[in-house]
T-cell receptor, first 115, second 107 residues
Framework: KAGVTQTPRYLIKTRGQQVTLSCSPI?????VSWYQQTPGQGLQFLFE???????NKGNFPGRFSGRQFSNSRSEMNVSTLELGDSALYLC??????????????FGPGTRLLVL | KNEVEQSPQNLTAQEGEFITINCSYS?????LHWLQQHPGGGIVSLFM???GKKKHGRLIATINIQEKHSSLHITASHPRDSAVYIC?????????FGTGTSLTVIP
């Protein structure tokens, strides 16, 4: 089976722009979660989707949003980019039970640089 | 206030040494994950624990729910074990991550 894929892998944007990142889960996986990783804050949970519904949400401003499609692919969007949004954005997929019930499979990440 | 604390932050070991990484948490959890992140960013989930001990190859993870503490042990360490090790917990609908332990194993 192919692993979790994320596109694009690298992205450079300027302040004020918006960005959309994509995550394709492992075939058969219905849960997708998103994370932000920065040197200062480490890994932080953004949100989790299951069957096109947001199941959990972390403490991020409303500029961060996401969605999941019927084929379980997920996108996250960041509007009005700030310098502090520069980070590695990771997604993970699982069959459907969520973090505490099953292994999560991570994608390689999208590295976003905001100038 | 960090809900999850890891120690040490950095660790350098000689190949073959026994390594222990610790994780303490302050919230009630139902399970804990240990993750491994190699340079370049890719993360691999090593263990998911809710009680007791799990072993996979040279890796052993233990958890004590009452003491809110988990340890990850690496026996006979190897340079390919060099990575950042992160523990993660969930409480309610929130997820918390440790800041990671950076391990370097020298040949």
């Amino acid at each position: 089976k192919a692993g979790v894929t994320q596109t694009p892998r690298y992205l450079i944007k300027t302040r004020g722009q918006q960005v959309t990142l994509s995550c394709s889960p492992i075939s058969g996986h219905r849960s997708v979660s998103w994370y932000q990783q920065t040197p200062g804050q480490g890994l932080q949970f953004l949100f989790e989707y299951f069957s096109e519904t947001q199941r959990n949400k972390g403490n991020f401003p409303g500029r961060f949003s996401g969605r999941q499609f019927s084929n379980s692919r997920s996108e996250m969007n960041v509007s009005t980019l700030e310098l502090g949004d520069s980070a590695l954005y990771l997604c993970a997929s699982s069959v459907g039970g969520g973090w505490m019930s099953e292994t999560q499979y991570f994608g390689p990440g999208t590295r976003l640089l905001v100038l | 206030k960090n809900e999850v604390e890891q120690s040490p932050q950095n660790l350098t070991a000689q190949e073959g040494e026994f390594i222990t990484i610790n994780c303490s948490y302050s919230v009630g959890i139902s399970a804990l994950h240990w993750l491994q992140q190699h340079p370049g960013g890719g993360i691999v989930s090593l263990f998911m624990l809710s009680s007791g001990k799990k072993k996979h190859g040279r890796l052993i993870a233990t958890i004590n729910i009452q003491e809110k503490h988990s340890s990850l042990h690496i026996t006979a360490s190897h340079p390919r074990d060099s990575a950042v090790y992160i523990c993660a917990v969930q409480t309610g609908n929130q997820f918390y991550f440790g800041t990671g332990t950076s391990l370097t194993v020298i040949p």
